[in-house]
């Protein structure tokens, strides 16, 4: 029975401890000056850590059935693919800088 | 047509039905997952006119954005999700006036939050950051301009986040106003799991609007 309930309840100060040092560490990663791609995957992959410390504990998700989390799972998964579709679109832009891309521009207008 | 037969006088029951608990947290789940894809395509489309914008044409968001309030904002959230979960906690072992108290440290988290939100739009406004305008910033010695959509994809999904914060503290007072009148025992208790479910998902969906919109 004591068993029961410390299962439902995970150490809620424990999880929240996780989190606070995590946020403390996004900022402190966030500040200095250095690669962007390096910077763009430290966060995001922080990011993820307290998104899953939050659903699987303060959520319950680890205590519902398996079946329940691919559900969740499934938008996260179509959010990723949803910036994979719009890859083209940045990428086509990336291309040209400055000048370079207002006369593309204006080429382009003159064709229409 | 002979399967569907069988199907319809089986005895075993494939999957337990709904019952009124878990229809609701089901129904929350989905509603959540919906909410999802609605955050993540207003981060995806922020993607793609950031780095559409290039490097040059963006101003980094920690020149304009106060990163030490939204900090603090952050922490703020995670700490009223603490709150959530002891509420839920303290109605599971039947103290009533333990989870009340939780609950309304819960409100007072998230009214905090969106004082400090509209204390730093306040702000944000004054200092020239607009749906249409951006304040002039300087790289080394060079005035730029950033682009104009800086302002817009910051108060859309700021806003929307806002909102979703706004329902949920009056979610959670109407949670509370139903706690006082005694309606929740150790017995009943799904609509307090469920309403956690949604303060913690707007918790969630803030750690993702903080990394993607303040700290990239």
């Known amino acids: 029975m004591a068993q029961d309930g410390h299962d439902k309840h995970p150490r809620y100060f424990l999880i929240f401890i996780w989190l606070a040092v995590l946020t403390a560490v996004e900022v402190g990663v966030a500040i200095p000056e250095y690669s962007v791609v390096l910077k763009a995957i430290i966060l995001i992959g922080l990011a993820c850590a307290k998104a899953y410390l939050v659903a699987a504990y303060f959520m319950h998700l680890k205590l519902e059935k398996r079946t329940l989390a691919a559900f969740v799972i499934t938008p996260f998964l179509i959010c990723v693919f949803l910036v994979i579709m719009l890859l083209p679109d940045i990428t086509s832009d990336l291309r040209y800088d400055g000048l370079e891309k207002s006369q593309t521009e204006v080429v382009n207008t003159t064709d229409n | 047509m002979e399967e569907a037969t069988t199907l319809d006088h089986s005895e075993d029951v494939y999957e337990p039905s709904l019952t009124p608990d878990s229809m609701g947290k089901l129904g929350m789940w989905i509603f959540l997952i919906g909410d999802t894809m609605s955050f993540g395509a207003l981060l995806a489309a922020y993607a793609a006119i950031r780095a559409g914008a290039g490097v040059v044409g963006w101003v980094p968001p920690s020149d304009i954005l106060g990163i030490n309030l939204t900090a603090a904002m952050t ?26 108290d939780f609950l309304g440290l819960t409100i007072l988290g998230g009214v905090i939050f969106l004082g400090l939100q509209a204390y730093e739009w306040y702000h944000l406004i004054a200092h020239g950051l607009t749906l249409t305008g951006i304040p002039e910033h300087s790289i080394s010695g060079d005035v730029i301009s950033g682009s104009n959509l800086f302002g817009p994809t910051f108060y859309t999904i700021t806003g929307f986040h806002g909102l979703h914060v706004t329902g949920g503290v009056i979610y959670l007072i109407v949670i509370l106003r139903n706690a006082w009148s005694g309606r929740y025992t150790a017995d009943f208790n799904h609509e307090v799991e469920i309403v956690g479910l949604y303060w913690h998902f707007v918790d969630l969906i803030w750690i993702m609007v903080f990394t993607f919109i303040y700290l990239l």
């Open chain 2, 75 to 100: 922490f703020l959230l995670i700490c009223s999700s603490v709150t959530m979960v002891k509420a839920l906690e303290s109605i599971q072992k039947g103290n009533v006036s333990r989870m009340c």
